[in-house]
């Protein structure tokens, strides 16, 4: 059983920032693929970004290459995701969750542990 809380949702104006920690417990993540995931109201999930636990390869989604970073804290098993120039578009319930497997998957399909999810909502 694998665990994730996360945390450091919130309101920002648009243009701002805002950093989503993820707390991972119960094994090890070596050989697991961390993702973060979005839903917005009447919206599917979709894939925002994912690493890879060793390598510590990263793979965005396009809507947000450029402005958001994911990143990992081995030893803290901890996975962030730093979100800069933040549009209103951005707004919805962000989920942590990990894949155990080493290949990259972008459908939420494939991942087997969920966070309960963070809001954050992005003004205009």
């Known amino acids: 059983q694998v665990q994730l809380v996360e945390s450091g949702g919130g309101l920002v104006q648009a243009g701002g920032s805002l950093r989503l920690s993820c707390a991972a417990s119960?094994?090890?993540?070596?050989?697991?693929?961390m993702g973060w995931f979005r839903q917005a109201p009447g919206k599917e999930r979709e894939f925002v970004a994912a690493i890879t636990w060793i390598a510590g390869n990263t793979y965005y989604a396009d809507s947000v290459k450029g402005r958001f970073t994911i990143s990992r804290d081995t030893a803290k098993s901890m996975v962030y995701l730093q979100m800069n120039s933040l549009k209103p578009e951005d707004t919805a319930v962000y989920y942590c969750?990990?894949?155990?497997?080493?290949?990259?998957?972008?459908?939420?399909?494939?991942?087997?542990?969920w966070g309960q999810g963070t809001q954050v909502t992005v003004s205009s």
């Open positions: 119960g094994r090890t993540f070596r050989r697991y693929t």
């Open positions: 969750a990990a894949d155990a497997n080493i290949v990259v998957h972008t459908t939420a399909f494939e991942y087997d542990y």
